[in-house]
């Protein structure tokens, strides 16, 4: 059913959270894998480069902001992947669960209010409207 689940993480609370809904389904299915997601955005790039000393110290710090998502998988005795890639969060996420056709997209909600929603767009609503498989958004 879903052997390949896609978890869009960023180490934020609601990441976490998608994740714990992530690891119960993966649970429950044999042989399936968590690809996690950490999608390094292009507006913060700059950033990152000019408060490292060199990329192993800018990719250290990518990982640790998924440390307790790992740390929450690797509790629940699930199996995944990490997978560390560059560009817009949206259209990153989606072009990845669409050439790699995962079978389930696990994303957690960003909270913006309605009136932000309306006018910026969220992440998770760009992913829904654009993934070619199931999504679930956790709150």
Do not use: W
Not at 112 to 136: D, M, T, W, Y
């Amino acid at each position: 059913m879903y052997q390949r689940i896609l978890l869009a993480a960023d180490g934020s609370k609601n990441s976490i959270r998608a994740a714990q809904h992530a690891a119960n389904i993966a649970s429950l299915i044999t042989g399936s894998v968590i690809e996690v997601l950490f999608v390094a955005d292009f507006s913060k790039i700059k950033g990152e480069v000019l408060h490292s000393q060199n990329h192993e110290e800018i990719e250290l710090k990518r990982n640790q902001k998924l440390l307790p998502v790992k740390e929450l998988l690797s509790v629940k005795q699930v199996r995944y992947e990490v997978k560390i890639i560059v560009g817009d969060p949206g259209p990153s996420i989606v072009e990845y669960a669409n050439n790699e056709k995962v079978d389930l997209v696990v994303i957690g909600s960003r909270g913006l209010n309605a009136l932000q929603e309306f006018v910026l767009g969220s992440v998770s609503h760009k992913v829904v409207k654009r993934v070619q498989c199931p999504v679930i958004v956790v709150k």
